[in-house]
């Protein structure tokens, strides 16, 4: 069963305009945590932002927070006042059993969402 | 810090050649990871590390084999490379697990073909 769905292959922005990237993921694990990495044409992953399952308040990095909707199981990311250089690919990951011995931090991907910013 | 390097770049393969490729991290991190990317399908998890000596399987294993003698190097090997392998593959590393982000980080990727 796939655990991270991320619908939509592809998202247009103007620049200097807000965009939203879907994620949704399923577990049934209580702890876990949810992550967005950057992945420009260049081809490196960055990390962006990082929510835990029991964090109360919505994470916040710059211009990119984070949607964290528990109950509808979805993370979407939100980038405020996009830049030409926002333009890349954009993935969704979970780390799930975050306090169990075994976790080993393994990460699950979701296929991505490519960004281009228009100016 | 040079973070997470990856050695080569980029390779061909033919067919039934073997080749491994080095991944060196210099954050004293206890966990290293080897994904593969391809087109739409985000990363997989090939192998993975919890410390020097130990490796372990991830999703998508077959075909490779990995080995962990320095804690900061894990090595992936492909024994007779098969099209299918063709891919960029990714090293990773992090501290363990916990609460909190304890993110990834990444090298620069390798791009393997094999015809």
């Known amino acids: 069963a796939q655990k991270i769905t991320q619908t939509q292959p592809g998202m247009f922005v103007q620049e200097k305009e807000a965009v939203t990237l879907d994620c949704t993921y399923d577990t049934s694990d209580p702890s876990y945590g949810l992550f967005w990495y950057k992945q420009p044409s260049s081809g490196e992953m960055i990390f962006l932002i990082y929510?835990?399952?029991?964090?109360?308040q919505n994470a916040t990095e710059g211009r990119y927070s984070l949607n964290f909707q528990k109950a509808r199981k979805s993370a979407n990311l939100v980038i405020s006042a996009s830049q030409l250089g926002d333009s890349a690919m954009y993935f969704c990951a979970m780390r799930e059993s975050l306090f169990l011995f075994g976790g080993y931090n393994k990460l699950i991907f979701g296929a991505g969402t490519r960004l281009a910013v228009h100016p | 810090n040079a973070g997470v390097t990856q050695t080569p770049k980029f390779r061909v393969l033919k067919t039934g050649q073997s080749m491994t490729l080095l991944c060196a991290q210099d954050?004293?991190?206890?966990?290293m990871y080897w994904y593969r990317q391809d087109p739409g399908m985000g990363l997989r998890l090939i192998h993975y590390s919890v410390g020097e000596g130990t490796t372990a399987k991830g999703e998508v294993p077959d075909g490779y084999n990995v080995s962990r003698l320095k804690k900061q190097n894990f090595l992936l090997g492909l024994e007779s490379a098969a099209p299918s392998q063709t891919s960029v593959y990714f090293c990773a590393s992090s501290y363990p697990s916990g609460s909190g982000p304890h993110e990834q980080y990444f090298g620069p990727g390798t791009r393997l073909t094999v015809t």
């Open positions: 929510q835990g399952s029991y964090d109360q």
């Open positions: 954050m004293n991190h206890e966990y």
